[in-house]
């Protein structure tokens, strides 16, 4: 029986290089979407309904925890941090926020491993979403952080050549209201 692989999912776009990666993997794989983050309502949706769309045409195995009644949290954990720049310390208390939450779900089903696609993106750090997912692997143990940088190996460009061939939508932001760019 192949290991499980929950993959923190942020958008269709950032799914599209690491699914490939994963295809011939030996793993059951996961792309479990959660972003309490992303505002608007309707963006967020927008961004839902395009995972959905996007797993549906491949068959990918997909999980969807609903963001309503995560909203007040993921505020109540960046509160006083509203006004950081990107990659600043919003990003990393709202990075750390997300994976946690996949690896619980990730406990709930019993998977072994937890990684993101967030580290295909050149906004990201992977170096940063590396630590946190080490730290909660210690916190979730046994269950393991896999640490892929999606962004290696022209990952970055990969996954918007295959998004623009399969005409995904693509947002200008990061997906909270803080990071919308003026």
Not at 17 to 44: M, Q, R, V, W
Not at 87 to 105: L, P, T, V
Not at 148 to 173: C, H, P
Request: charged share 30%; net charge positive.
């Amino acid at each position: 029986m192949k290991p499980k692989l929950v993959i923190h999912t942020c958008c269709a776009v950032c799914m599209c290089y690491p699914k490939t990666l994963f295809e011939n993997e030996n793993y059951e794989t996961i792309f479990y979407f959660y972003n309490p983050n992303i505002y608007p309502i309707k963006e967020y949706e927008r961004r839902r309904d395009e995972f959905i769309n996007y797993a549906k045409s491949f068959n990918i195995a997909i999980h969807i925890e609903e963001n309503q009644k995560y909203i007040e949290k993921w505020y109540n954990d960046i509160k006083g941090f509203e006004k950081e720049p990107e990659k600043g310390a919003r990003c990393y208390i709202c990075f750390k926020h997300r994976i946690n939450k996949a690896f619980e779900y990730a406990k709930n089903i019993n998977a072994q491993y937890v990684t993101t696609v967030m580290t295909v993106s050149p906004h990201k750090n992977s170096k940063v979403i590396e630590e946190i997912g080490n730290s909660l692997a210690e916190k979730y143990s046994p269950i393991k952080y896999l640490h892929v940088d999606f962004k290696k190996k022209d990952g970055f460009k990969k996954t918007n050549i295959i998004a623009n061939e399969v005409g995904l939508y693509r947002q200008n932001y990061c997906g909270c209201e803080f990071s919308i760019r003026g």
